[in-house]
C-alpha cells in the first residue's frame, strides 16, 4: 500500500491530512486514522480500482455568535488517499468508527496468503 | 553548518527542518509550553459573549480517562492514549504517525470565566468545554433616571 498525490479534481476543497498507523500481518493490513469530529454518517470511504479514499466532514456544534480566537483545526475536511497493492481484497474491507478513530481493516486475497512449502526429500 | 553537508541528499530531512525553521519564524506567539500547533490534543479556542468556547481534538480516547481541572484560571486537559502497534515481531508497522502516551494541554482563561459553570462533552473524539461568564462581567445597559 502506496500513497499517492491527491487528484487534481479531488483537490479543489481543502482538506487535512489525518494522522495514520498501519499495521501489517500475515492475514492483511490494518489503518487507523485519526479523524476527530467526524460522525459515522460523515465519513466518506471509497475503492476506485486500486485507490482507497477515505474522506470525512468535521461537524462540531457551535454556539450563536462563537468568535474564535485560537484555532489549530482550520478547515473542517479530512482526506487521505492510499494506492492497494494487488494481493489486497478491496471488496472484504472492514470498516469501524470509535471515538474519531477510522479503523479500517484490509483483509489479502485468499491466494495471496501466506503458504509454507513442503520440501520432500526424495 | 557541516553536518547539514554530510547528507546532502535527504531531502525530506530538510523540508522538515525548513518547515520547523518557518514555524519557529512566523508561530505569533511561542509559548513557554510548547508550539501553539502541531501537539496532542489540537485545540481550538473561541468565545462568545456568556461562554468561552473550548474543543479539543482528541480521538480515541476513554472519556472516563479525561482529566479536566481548572485551578487559578488555568485549565489542563490530560490523559493517556494507548498505543495500537502490535507488539509481536509477525506484524510490520508500515506508517506510524498517530500520537501515543501521556498528554497534557494547557489554557489560561480570561479572567471573566467561572470555574463552577463549566460543562464537558465527548462526541466523535472531540471534547467540548463550555465556561460559562460571570454574570457580572456580561455587558449590561445602564438606566438612567
Do not use: C, W
Not at chain 1, 479534481?9 to 501489517?24: M, N, Q, S, T
Not at chain 1, 480500482?49 to 450563536?64: H, Q, R
Not at chain 2, 463550555?130 to 454574570?135: D, K, P, Q, V
Request: no cysteine.
Amino acid at each position: 500500500m502506496t500513497q499517492t498525490a491527491n487528484k487534481p479534481d479531488e483537490g479543489r476543497r481543502d482538506a487535512v491530512l489525518p494522522p495514520v498507523d498501519v499495521i501489517e500481518d500475515a492475514t492483511g493490513i490494518t489503518l487507523f486514522a485519526d479523524l476527530p469530529g467526524v460522525a459515522k454518517e460523515q465519513l466518506n470511504l471509497r475503492v476506485e480500482a486500486d485507490t482507497l479514499t477515505i474522506e470525512g466532514e468535521v461537524g462540531l456544534t457551535t454556539p450563536e455568535g462563537l468568535q474564535a480566537s485560537h484555532a489549530e483545526v482550520q478547515v473542517p475536511r479530512y482526506r487521505r488517499v492510499f494506492t492497494l497493492s494487488k494481493e489486497l481484497d478491496a471488496g472484504k474491507i472492514a470498516a469501524e468508527m470509535n471515538h474519531g478513530v477510522l479503523k479500517l481493516r484490509i483483509p489479502k486475497a485468499e491466494h495471496a496468503q501466506p503458504r509454507k512449502v513442503q520440501i520432500r526429500v526424495s | 553548518m557541516i553536518y547539514r553537508s554530510l547528507f546532502p541528499r535527504d531531502i525530506y530531512s530538510e523540508f522538515d527542518r525548513l518547515q520547523r525553521d518557518l514555524q519557529q519564524a512566523f508561530d505569533a506567539s511561542p509559548s513557554i509550553r510548547g508550539f501553539g500547533r502541531g501537539g496532542y490534543p489540537a485545540l481550538n479556542v473561541g468565545g462568545t459573549a456568556q461562554s468561552v468556547e473550548i474543543y479539543a481534538f482528541a480521538p480515541g480516547l476513554d472519556p472516563e480517562k479525561i482529566d479536566v481541572n481548572i485551578d487559578r484560571g488555568v485549565l489542563t486537559i490530560e490523559g493517556e492514549r494507548a498505543s495500537v502497534l502490535p507488539t509481536d515481531e509477525k506484524s510490520a508497522v508500515h506508517i506510524n504517525e498517530r500520537f501515543a502516551g501521556r498528554f497534557r494541554r494547557v489554557v489560561s482563561l480570561p479572567d471573566d470565566a467561572d470555574p463552577s459553570a463549566v460543562s464537558a462533552e465527548y462526541r466523535d473524539g472531540v471534547l467540548h468545554l463550555s465556561i460559562r461568564r460571570r454574570e457580572s462581567a456580561l455587558p449590561r445597559r445602564i438606566e438612567i433616571k
